[in-house]
């Protein structure tokens, strides 16, 4: 299968998602805006999965490249692709859907139970993740969800976890980070405060979520993978 990413900023990369790739003998190509913006013809790859980044949606003067990523994903989007979102990926999908993107009444950073919603349960893909979900969350901003799609997780500090409306999927949370990956986010901010926000000593300490946690990634996007050969 070929799988194309887009990377916003060198310190939020694929994760555990270049493990799947690896074992189940996939093929990755990028689109890095920090590096190189340019982007493949939609009908090039079987996947686009668009990743996290510390900038927002709405953050078009700070990173003018935004306009040309949501008018690609557009492009995806009205050629039917499959296409995943994670975090800020997940926000810019359900704003080109028509949901809206704002700040959340609270930011999350840490290790926080998602819950799958009833109607998640039923669906081919979201069916894979468990009732109850031991995530990482790193982000200040939500997405409503957007008309007609499956809402499908959620949490105590933010409603709107996760959608899928056809081929497009969206996940607020992270399945993806290891602890490599998530050192390196810890660099990017000097603030740990709020309700929802932990303290990095809490969130690396146990390593053993991050065995769970690329274990439910890996059963997350297998279960992709099947829906795209089935067409």
């Known amino acids: ?22 074992v189940r003998g996939h093929e990755i190509t990028r689109t890095r805006w920090y ?20 900038m927002g949606v709405y953050d078009d003067d700070q990173h003018p490249w935004l306009v040309a990523e949501k008018a690609f994903l557009d492009r995806c989007i009205a050629a039917d692709r499959w296409i995943l979102g994670i975090c800020l990926g997940a926000q810019l999908l359900a704003d080109r859907l028509g949901g809206l993107v704002a700040r959340n009444a609270w930011t999350e950073i840490g290790w926080w139970p998602v819950q799958r919603t009833l109607e998640a349960a039923s669906d081919p893909v979201f069916s894979a993740l468990s009732e109850h979900i031991d995530a990482f969350h790193w982000h200040g901003d939500t997405f409503a969800i957007p008309r007609h ?8 500090g933010c409603a709107a976890q996760a959608f899928r409306k056809g081929r497009v999927m969206g996940l607020q949370f992270h399945l993806e980070l290891s602890e490599e990956s998530l050192r390196g986010l810890i660099g990017a901010t000097d603030r740990f405060e709020g309700p929802y926000v932990q303290n990095p000593e809490a969130f690396l300490a146990p390593a053993d979520r991050f065995r769970m946690l690329r274990k439910t990634n890996f059963a997350f996007l297998d279960r992709i993978a099947s829906e795209i050969e089935r067409g």
């Open 1 to 22: 299968m070929r799988i194309h990413v887009l990377e916003h900023h060198p310190m939020e990369g694929v994760g555990t998602i270049a493990d799947w790739i690896v």
């Open 149 to 156: 799609a499956i809402h499908a997780a959620y949490s105590a």
């Open 35 to 54: 590096e190189d913006p340019s982007l493949p013809e939609p009908d090039s790859f079987d996947l686009l999965i668009v990743m996290g980044g510390p």
